[in-house]
């Protein structure tokens, strides 16, 4: 089902009640991306790249990378808060360098910013990828422990704590003006056969709690308005992902829905966009996936350009997925057979009228400045 133009335009009111004007542009920007494309006109996509600073050699290494192959740079660039530093904290110098660096592609005119929050369980005495997943010991009365606020449990405290780490972070970039696409508890419908988050299957009210005590949080608590939530599932195809609807913390504490895509080399199911389209009066967003969404037809693949297809306000890789298979260093064959074909096309896409793609950088296809 495809919304009608008479449904397509999607709100402009932020799940922030007084948001900053620099995330009131960012908003806005996306808004009208999202409008324009569900009513036929000016469909444009901005690419992104996740860099996983924990793993690079300096923060922001794959967002140069893609530069160093497309001659262009990401539009957008996201982060994450942990983990990756084994230790009783998540606090760690590619925090800050990350922090850093997205902070000056921001107020040099470069691009729009995000942060997620692979955020290890409340308690874990060590901040790990490891305990970012469902513990065997876990069960529903622990979880119902996290987000009994009411009673103050120590499991409330210890995420109430972890929270803090992040909204400290994201303080700095508000005190400077630099708005930020906020992603936390991501794939929360994960199935149990594809290493669930800690956050991720569980009773979906139990969960849309969890999300209202963080958003709740960070705007009421540390009045943070610079923040645009994007709420992102995994891919529901029954096999890795179920249906996400029940898991919706609603409109008033959702700015963006989103998807995390990982199978198939090509394979981007239309379900996703249209569903998300159909349920949803929000822009749209292509989270994580490990493709870029242009490769124009050679003697290894036949064209497929998504963004005309499906035109995502945002479409962002994960990580070191731009060159690699998810989790190997087998090369990423879709994205860098034929001297990086896939990137190169993606970046370069202009129809001879428009820029298709909004890239950013010294030499972006929109003036992210007018931002600031």
């Avoid at 740079?73 to 982060?79: A, K």
């Avoid at 660096?101 to 470069?110: H, Q």
């Avoid at 994201?170 to 956050?199: C, D, G, T």
């Amino acid at each position: 089902m495809s919304p009608t133009a008479a449904q397509a335009q999607v709100s402009r009111t932020l799940s922030t009640p007084f948001p900053s004007p620099q995330a009131r542009k960012v908003f806005d920007l996306l808004v009208t991306l999202e409008n324009n494309s569900r009513n036929g006109v000016s469909k444009q996509t901005i690419m992104g790249q996740h860099c996983e600073a924990q793993k690079e050699r300096y923060a922001g290494e794959y967002w140069v990378r893609v530069g160093e192959i497309a001659g262009r740079r990401p539009g957008f660039v996201e982060f994450d808060f942990g983990p990756g530093n084994y230790g009783p904290t998540y606090q760690a110098p590619y925090v800050d360098t990350s922090v850093g660096f997205a902070r000056d592609r921001f107020l040099f005119g470069e691009g729009i910013v995000g942060f997620s929050f692979h955020q290890s369980y409340p308690g874990a005495s060590v901040k790990s990828w490891e305990n970012n997943f469902r513990q065997p010991w876990m069960d529903y009365n622990w979880f119902g422990r996290v987000i009994n606020w009411q009673a103050n449990t120590a499991e409330y405290r210890a995420l109430l704590s972890d929270l803090s780490f992040a909204a400290d972070k994201l303080a700095i970039l508000k005190q400077l003006n630099v708005p930020v696409l906020y992603r936390p508890f991501h794939e929360m419908n994960k199935r149990p056969n594809a290493s669930p988050f800690w956050w991720s299957n569980q009773d979906p009210a139990q969960y849309r709690q969890l999300w209202v005590i963080m958003h709740d949080y960070l705007v009421r608590t540390r009045g943070l308005d610079n923040l645009i939530f994007v709420w992102s599932p995994y891919e529901w195809d029954g096999t890795y992902g179920g249906d996400p609807w029940n898991y919706y913390p609603g409109d008033d504490r959702v700015d963006v829905v989103a998807v995390d895509i990982y199978h198939g080399n090509p394979y981007f199911p239309g379900q996703f966009y249209t569903d998300l389209g159909a349920r949803y009066r929000k822009p749209r967003m292509l989270a994580e996936t490990d493709k870029l969404p242009v490769r124009w037809g050679d003697s290894r693949y036949a064209t497929v350009s998504e963004i005309d297809a499906r035109p995502w306000v945002l479409w962002s890789v994960w990580g070191d997925t731009l060159l690699y298979n998810v989790g190997t260093t087998t090369p990423n064959d879709w994205n860098v057979s034929n001297n990086h074909k896939a990137i190169r096309d993606s970046y370069s896409y202009h129809d001879g009228s428009i820029w298709r793609v909004l890239t950013g950088g010294a030499n972006p296809t929109y003036n992210w400045g007018s931002l600031r």
